[in-house]
């Protein structure tokens, strides 16, 4: 298949079309919780951010669904705004069932020139769902919640990969379109927008609230104290290769974090362990 083909952009929408999910955030099984673990759930920091990261989503994504003008790739992108904005309707139904206190969002502004911000916020979601993934896998085997909640999300981090999948091959697809998909040229491009995006999380790890964007690459000390970044970035990997192992191999999936990853663990492979422990030691 020729990347840039009307073949490529039936298959990246089909694929994402066909595996889209109903279900009403309010109707889904939410377990009741004891004192133990609901007070651990309202203790977690990162609510109100990730509720203002899916209604931004939302409506960034919804309000460039109606800039575009092809009419499969703009069924497409609106059904994507659907379910991020549904994502704020099941974090908004969490914290209103489980009591987590949080003041009243201010509402959403949204760019006239939405392009640039819908590729920003594109190249920044496939760096966080692929930290999201570890963080996922982390919460669930610290078994702190009910199975049932996981569940419940358990979907909802499928639906993310769905999204930086369509992403990515949308890119693709558009630079290609537009006379840009000479690859040493679009290669440049992608690694200047997840730089900019990277820069992002790079801030976060110097700060210490959890709450800031990139909640996901830095809340996993919430579930566990005795992580190891090599463990970390193993988890991350598999869930990373089991998740878009559902799809398409000839549709382009996000790269760059799982290659950074794996690299990351052959270096750490070669430093002795006491001296990696005295590492870890030190940075925590």
């Given at each position: 298949?020729?990347?840039?083909?009307?073949?490529?952009?039936?298959?990246?929408?089909?694929?994402?079309?066909?595996?889209?999910?109903?279900?009403?955030?309010?109707?889904?099984?939410?377990?009741?919780?004891?004192?133990?673990?609901?007070?651990?759930?309202?203790?977690?920091?990162?609510?109100?951010?990730?509720?203002?990261?899916?209604?931004?989503?939302?409506?960034i994504?919804?309000?460039?669904?109606?800039?575009?003008?092809?009419?499969?790739l703009?069924?497409?992108?609106?059904?994507?705004?659907?379910?991020?904005?549904?994502?704020?309707?099941?974090?908004?139904?969490?914290?209103?069932?489980?009591?987590?206190?949080?003041?009243?969002?201010?509402?959403?502004?949204?760019?006239?020139?939405?392009?640039?911000?819908?590729?920003?916020?594109?190249?920044?979601?496939?760096?966080?769902?692929?930290?999201?993934y570890?963080?996922?896998?982390?919460?669930?085997?610290?078994?702190?919640?009910?199975?049932?909640?996981?569940?419940?999300?358990?979907?909802?981090?499928?639906?993310?990969?769905?999204?930086?999948?369509?992403?990515?091959?949308?890119?693709t697809?558009?630079?290609i379109?537009?006379?840009?998909?000479?690859?040493?040229?679009?290669?440049?491009?992608?690694?200047?927008?997840?730089?900019?995006?990277?820069?992002?999380?790079?801030?976060?790890f110097?700060?210490?609230d959890?709450?800031?964007?990139?909640?996901?690459?830095?809340?996993?000390?919430?579930?566990?104290?005795?992580?190891?970044?090599e463990?970390?970035?193993?988890?991350?990997?598999l869930?990373?290769?089991?998740?878009m192992?559902?799809?398409?191999?000839?549709l382009?999936?996000?790269?760059?974090?799982?290659?950074?990853?794996?690299?990351?663990?052959?270096?750490?492979?070669?430093?002795?362990?006491?001296?990696?422990?005295?590492?870890?030691?030190?940075?925590?």
């Amino acid at each position: 298949m020729k990347l840039g083909s009307v073949e490529h952009k039936e298959l990246f929408c089909r694929s994402f079309t066909e595996s889209y999910r109903e279900y009403e955030p309010e109707y889904l099984p939410w377990p009741d919780l004891d004192d133990a673990a609901l007070s651990f759930l309202r203790s977690i920091p990162f609510w109100e951010k990730a509720l203002d990261t899916e209604r931004q989503a939302g409506a960034i994504i919804s309000a460039y669904a109606q800039t575009v003008s092809d009419p499969i790739l703009q069924a497409t992108t609106a059904l994507q705004g659907q379910e991020e904005l549904r994502h704020a309707r099941l974090l908004k139904t969490l914290i209103d069932r489980y009591g987590i206190e949080m003041p009243e969002r201010p509402p959403v502004e949204v760019p006239q020139n939405i392009e640039p911000i819908f590729t920003r916020f594109g190249f920044e979601e496939c760096l966080d769902t692929f930290f999201a993934y570890g963080l996922f896998a982390i919460a669930r085997e610290a078994n702190v919640f009910p199975e049932s909640i996981f569940t419940i999300f358990d979907p909802i981090i499928d639906e993310e990969t769905r999204h930086i999948v369509f992403f990515v091959n949308w890119f693709t697809y558009t630079q290609i379109r537009r006379g840009q998909g000479f690859t040493p040229l679009r290669s440049i491009k992608t690694l200047w927008h997840y730089g900019k995006a990277l820069s992002n999380l790079i801030a976060v790890f110097g700060n210490d609230d959890a709450s800031r964007t990139g909640f996901a690459a830095t809340g996993t000390n919430i579930f566990t104290k005795d992580l190891t970044l090599e463990k970390f970035l193993h988890i991350c990997l598999l869930e990373n290769q089991r998740r878009m192992s559902k799809y398409d191999p000839r549709l382009l999936q996000p790269q760059l974090l799982p290659r950074l990853a794996n690299f990351t663990l052959s270096i750490l492979q070669l430093i002795p362990k006491r001296k990696l422990q005295n590492i870890e030691s030190a940075s925590a």
